[in-house]
């Protein structure tokens, strides 16, 4: 499994950005895909998680300002960001977990990332 990110950058406070995290040789629908962001200094943090099916989750930081959603047609999933803060500032990496078994045996593919910088 390959997860290409793209569409990070640097905003101004309150701007925007699109994320994609285009997946090659796993299916974004058929399994569990997930934002994550660390910024220096810190922890990696979930942003949003998609299962293959279920409720989608979104951090408390997130809801209200980011979406997670998929094109299924182009294999890739996105994290709209909107009404960006510094404190956003971090790299940004999506995952697909992958079971492998029916005891649920699983992996994490990740992303290289993708910077994100917000200036007040």
């Known amino acids: 499994v390959q997860l290409v990110e793209a569409g990070g950058g640097l905003v101004h406070s309150g701007g925007s950005l699109r994320l994609s995290c285009a997946a090659f040789?796993?299916?974004?629908?058929?399994?569990?895909m997930g934002w994550y962001r660390q910024a220096p200094g810190k922890e990696r943090e979930v942003v949003a998680t998609?299962?293959?099916?279920?409720?989608?989750w979104y951090a408390d930081s997130a809801k209200g300002r980011v979406t997670i959603s998929r094109d299924n047609a182009k294999n890739t999933v996105y994290l709209q960001m909107n009404d960006l803060k510094p404190e956003d500032t971090a790299v940004y990496s999506c995952s697909m977990t992958v079971v492998l078994n029916v005891e649920g045996a699983n992996f994490r593919a990740w992303g290289q990332g993708t910077q994100v910088t917000v200036a007040s």
């Open positions: 998609m299962p293959s099916g279920g409720t989608i």
């Open positions: 040789g796993g299916s974004v629908s058929g399994n569990a």
